[in-house]
T-cell receptor, first 114, second 113 residues
Framework: AQSVTQLGSHVSVSEGALVLLRCNYS??????LFWYVQYPNQGLQLLLK??????LVKGINGFEAEFKKSETSFHLTKPSAHMSDAAEYFC????????????FGTGTRLKVLA | EADIYQTPRYLVIGTGKKITLECSQT?????MYWYQQDPGMELHLIHY???????EKGDLSSESTVSRIRTEHFPLTLESARPSHTSQYLC????????????FGPGTRLTVL
């Protein structure tokens, strides 16, 4: 069965610094991969998705993620953090079996320091 | 921008009450989902539907039930709420033609006293 691991439940960065949120999945078959952001008292908003096209995926709000099959990773990055990036970020894998079900990571709360 | 709506956004009720959480989407998506989310935890799928009159239980056991009589509507019902049901409930929908990307509603935060 698929699993998703997000290293670091809490990450703090200074405003203007690089943001790196880690996500590893367990599968020998490249699945669909997603990053979502959740602001307080809101639902999840799609940041970006990998669907076996380009390995470097650009999303909204300046975020991007790189799919690395050899490392089974899909880390999320942003060159320069902004205060408005403070939120919870979830990595998710869509099972390749066609069930359309997602497996979510436990989330990483990003704090941006002034 | 996804058009998926959940009501109420917040609900505080007493033990033993019957409640229905509403979820509607205007995108014509066939697939809809209910997740339960506790603070600091991942989302757990509790119900899903592939279309009208199709419902399945998810990976997390839940005492709730769902129905799918119309494509756009996927309500979740708790016959007798208990404090253990206190959680955030998120509804989502997806379209197989868009790599099954799921779009989420704003959530309902339920507190059972």
């Amino acid at each position: 069965a698929q699993s998703v691991t997000q290293l670091g439940s809490h990450v703090s960065v200074s405003e203007g610094a690089l943001v790196l949120l880690r996500c590893n999945y367990s599968s020998s078959v490249p699945p669909y991969l997603f990053w979502y952001v959740q602001y307080p008292n809101q639902g999840l908003q799609l940041l970006l998705k990998y669907t076996s096209a380009a390995t470097l995926v650009k999303g909204i709000n300046g975020f991007e993620a790189e799919f690395k099959k050899s490392e089974t990773s899909f880390h999320l990055t942003k060159p320069s953090a902004h205060m408005s990036d403070a939120a919870e970020y979830f990595c998710a894998v869509s099972e390749a079996s066609g069930t359309y079900k997602y497996i979510f990571g436990t989330g990483t709360r990003l704090k941006v320091l002034a | 921008e996804a058009d998926i709506y959940q009501t109420p956004r917040y609900l505080v009720i007493g033990t033993g009450k019957k409640i229905t959480l509403e979820c509607s989407q205007t995108m014509g998506h066939d697939k809809m989902y209910w997740y339960q989310q506790d603070p600091g935890m991942e989302l757990h799928l509790i119900h899903y539907s592939y279309g009208v009159n199709s419902t399945e239980k998810g990976d997390l056991s839940s005492e709730s039930t769902v129905s799918r009589i119309r494509t756009e509507h996927f309500p979740l019902t708790l016959e007798s709420a208990r404090p253990s049901h206190t959680s955030q409930y998120l509804c989502a929908s997806s379209d197989v033609g868009n790599t099954d990307t799921q779009y989420f509603g704003p959530g309902t935060r339920l507190t059972v006293l």
